[in-house]
């Protein structure tokens, strides 16, 4: 068993910052538990110039390397046992299932980036060789690859306290690529971050890579986001939250001296649309499907189903109502997101022209929230922008339309989303008008389906036009997230001994090149 302390760790450094403390917190109790103290610009200076030494030799360590560090640090995640799954259960109340679950997710993602690298071939090779009789001028060899981008700023979620946190996706891509990460821990779950922290440093040990490789910053408020984001040693930004808190980094990103990436994902409602043939034949079993997927992890999921859109049909309407009510309510993450579902809710509830098919209380101070379902008209719907903000937990919102022809103009109105499903098996020709509008709104389009579950594979496209993120060309899920962390370098007239291995003559690495324009495995 590991002792919480309550610290920071700086390139293998124990601290207690001066800082002021913060505790975290038990939803099931409803009681404060570990006390943690806030790093500042110190901390920030001291782990940034760590990243800045150990970038220095991590970038240029071989694949086979890095991926046998990033195996190491998904045994040693699993080595730690069931005392991470019961400290970041008490901390979230997300439960033993779902937290099993999701480190074992955490731990594939690890795995998954540790193959990718170690076979090498996500650098993209691109060789096109010299031509020195090319008429009116010789052609040059030009060599391309991605090279990583240096330091990564990773700000964790707190829905996702290992797949999305201290040592989950972003963390995992940005190692990979060959960066040192620092992590600005989540203070909803800094007792489950510290253990993280333990595991990658004995990762780190094992595999003797250099310790400034990774630092874990522990602290409440937005200044220490901010100050890491603004230190010049930082090239990136990983970031999975709110819209609020994205936004904001990509602000202060973008107003540095040297302005970086910030890749955020944010909110989403994920729309999910019935054909009105569909909703007639099939009523009861999408309220089932959508009912279960609304009540999912307490709604708190970033692709948790905001809005369904259809006609009116009075069974799929009592049976959504009913589902919903009788679904057993769920313990929300932490009381600040417990009070702004409140605020949400009586926003809601007062508005005139939403009405609340399944009113219950949610007393002021409790966790467990009602699962609820508000209805509206397609045209109030696109008459209040406010009606298609996000409300992080277990609710949705039937917008009822007149026809198929308001289905489509509510599908063209949507902003940027993770994912819109359809169902429309009864309605094939709405189904293609719909996929031609939502494929320009959304990263991701699900057919006959419910869009909470992210499979984790290299198909999988996690990111959509903004707010759902601000690089609508990237993901956060899947092999596709380290390139993120990487930029092409090419390399003209170099000398074999000056190339990265990846692009020498002889192709020591064997990986796939494109060639002269062919794809091959051959040495030049
Ligand atoms: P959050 O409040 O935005 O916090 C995320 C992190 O950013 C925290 O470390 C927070 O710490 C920091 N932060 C927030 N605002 C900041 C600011 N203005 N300046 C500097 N740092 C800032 O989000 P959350 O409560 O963890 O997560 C809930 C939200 O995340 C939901 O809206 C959900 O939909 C979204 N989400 C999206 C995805 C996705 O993949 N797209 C996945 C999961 C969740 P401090 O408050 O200490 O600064």
Same mark, same amino acid.
């Given at each position: 068993?590991?002792?919480?302390?309550?610290?920071?760790?700086?390139? /293998?450094?124990?601290?207690?910052?001066?800082?002021?403390?913060?505790?975290?917190? &038990?939803?099931?109790?409803?009681?404060? @538990?570990?006390?943690?103290?806030?790093?500042?610009?110190?901390?920030?200076?001291?782990?940034?110039?760590?990243?800045? *030494? #150990?970038?220095?030799?991590?970038?240029?360590?071989?694949?086979?390397?890095?991926?046998?560090?990033?195996?190491?640090?998904?045994?040693?995640? %699993?080595?730690?046992?069931?005392?991470?799954?019961?400290?970041?259960?008490?901390?979230?109340? +997300?439960?033993? #299932?779902?937290?099993? /679950?999701?480190?074992?997710?955490?731990?594939?993602?690890?795995?998954?980036?540790?193959?990718?690298?170690?076979?090498?071939?996500?650098?993209?090779? $691109?060789? =096109?060789?010299?031509?020195?009789?090319?008429?009116?001028?010789?052609?040059? =060899?030009?060599?391309?690859? @991605?090279?990583?981008?240096?330091?990564?700023?990773?700000?964790? #979620?707190?829905?996702?306290?290992?797949?999305?946190?201290?040592?989950?996706? =972003?963390?995992?891509?940005?190692?990979?690529?060959?960066?040192?990460?620092?992590?600005?821990?989540?203070?909803? $779950?800094?007792?489950?971050?510290?253990?993280?922290? $333990?595991?990658?440093?004995?990762?780190?040990?094992?595999?003797?890579?250099?310790?400034?490789?990774?630092?874990?910053?522990?602290?409440?408020?937005?200044?220490?986001?901010?100050?890491?984001?603004?230190?010049?040693?930082?090239?990136?930004?990983?970031?999975?939250?709110?819209?609020?808190?994205?936004?904001?980094?990509?602000?202060? #990103?973008?107003?540095?001296?040297?302005?970086?990436?910030?890749?955020?994902?944010?909110?989403?409602?994920?729309? +999910?649309?019935?054909?009105?043939?569909?909703?007639?034949?099939?009523?009861?079993?999408?309220?089932?499907?959508?009912?279960?997927?609304?009540?999912?992890?307490?709604?708190?999921?970033?692709?948790?189903? /905001?809005?369904?859109?259809?006609?009116?049909?009075?069974?799929?309407?009592?049976?959504?109502?009913?589902?919903? *009510?009788?679904?057993?309510?769920?313990? +929300?993450? &932490?009381?600040?997101?417990?009070?702004?579902?409140?605020?949400?809710? %009586?926003?809601? !509830?007062?508005?005139?022209?939403?009405?609340?098919?399944?009113?219950?209380?949610?007393?002021?101070?409790?966790?467990?929230?009602?699962?609820?379902?508000?209805?509206?008209?397609?045209?109030?719907?696109?008459?209040?922008?406010?009606?298609?903000?996000?409300?992080?937990?277990?609710?949705?919102?039937?917008?009822?339309?007149?026809?198929?022809?308001?289905? +489509?103009?509510?599908? %063209?109105?949507?902003?940027? !989303?993770?994912?819109?499903?359809? $169902?429309?098996?009864?309605? @094939?020709?709405?189904?293609?008008?719909?996929? =031609?509008?939502?494929?320009?709104?959304?990263?991701?389009?699900?057919?006959?389906?419910?869009?909470?579950?992210?499979?984790?594979?290299? *198909?999988?496209?996690?990111?959509?036009?903004?707010?759902?993120?601000?690089?609508?060309?990237?993901?956060?899920?899947?092999?596709?997230?380290?390139?993120?962390?990487?930029?092409?370098?090419?390399?003209?007239?170099?000398?074999?001994?000056?190339?990265?291995?990846?692009?020498? &003559?002889? &192709?020591?690495?064997?990986?796939?090149?494109?060639?002269?324009?062919?794809?091959?495995?051959?040495?030049?």
């Amino acid at each position: 068993m590991i002792e919480i302390k309550g610290q920071s760790c700086i390139a /293998g450094n124990w601290i207690t910052p001066p800082g002021r403390s913060f505790q975290s917190f &038990n939803p099931y109790k409803r009681e404060s @538990m570990y006390s943690f103290a806030s790093c500042g610009a110190d901390e920030v200076e001291r782990a940034a110039r760590a990243a800045e *030494s #150990a970038f220095h030799i991590y970038r240029n360590l071989d694949g086979k390397s890095i991926g046998v560090f990033l195996n190491t640090i998904a045994d040693e995640i %699993e080595a730690l046992g069931d005392q991470l799954l019961e400290v970041c259960d008490s901390e979230t109340a +997300l439960g033993l #299932a779902r937290l099993t /679950g999701e480190r074992g997710r955490t731990c594939g993602q690890l795995r998954a980036f540790a193959e990718l690298v170690t076979r090498g071939e996500w650098v993209q090779a $691109h060789i =096109d060789t010299a031509i020195p009789d090319r008429a009116p001028v010789p052609k040059p =060899d030009l060599r391309r690859m @991605m090279r990583p981008i240096g330091p990564v700023a990773v700000f964790g #979620a707190s829905n996702f306290p290992f797949a999305f946190s201290t040592l989950g996706g =972003d963390t995992a891509s940005a190692l990979a690529a060959g960066n040192p990460v620092i992590v600005k821990g989540h203070p909803a $779950h800094p007792a489950t971050s510290e253990l993280f922290a $333990h595991a990658i440093a004995r990762a780190i040990k094992k595999c003797d890579i250099p310790a400034g490789v990774f630092s874990l910053l522990q602290g409440l408020g937005n200044e220490l986001g901010a100050d890491l984001v603004k230190h010049p040693v930082i090239q990136a930004v990983g970031f999975t939250g709110s819209e609020n808190g994205g936004r904001a980094l990509m602000d202060i #990103a973008a107003a540095r001296p040297q302005p970086i990436p910030v890749y955020a994902e944010m909110g989403s409602i994920n729309p +999910l649309f019935v054909g009105p043939n569909t909703l007639q034949a099939q009523a009861e079993s999408i309220a089932t499907g959508l009912s279960g997927s609304v009540c999912m992890g307490t709604g708190q999921f970033c692709t948790s189903p /905001g809005i369904v859109v259809s006609v009116a049909n009075e069974v799929f309407e009592a049976s959504l109502k009913s589902q919903l *009510s009788e679904a057993p309510r769920g313990y +929300l993450l &932490n009381p600040q997101i417990a009070a702004s579902l409140q605020a949400a809710l %009586e926003s809601l !509830n007062n508005h005139p022209h939403l009405e609340w098919l399944n009113r219950a209380d949610f007393e002021a101070g409790s966790m467990t929230p009602p699962n609820a379902v508000f209805k509206t008209s397609a045209r109030n719907f696109l008459a209040d922008e406010t009606m298609s903000r996000e409300v992080f937990g277990p609710v949705t919102l039937y917008v009822v339309c007149e026809n198929e022809a308001q289905m +489509l103009e509510v599908a %063209e109105n949507l902003k940027g !989303n993770l994912t819109a499903s359809v $169902h429309a098996d009864e309605d @094939m020709e709405l189904a293609g008008k719909l996929y =031609d509008v939502l494929e320009q709104k959304v990263g991701r389009v699900i057919y006959n389906g419910y869009p909470t579950g992210v499979e984790v594979c290299p *198909s999988q496209q996690h990111g959509g036009p903004y707010p759902a993120s601000s690089v609508s060309t990237s993901t956060s899920v899947g092999a596709g997230a380290i390139v993120r962390f990487a930029r092409f370098v090419a390399y003209q007239g170099t000398p074999d001994a000056l190339l990265p291995d990846a692009l020498k &003559n002889a &192709n020591p690495l064997g990986i796939y090149r494109l060639v002269n324009g062919a794809l091959t495995t051959q040495g030049i």
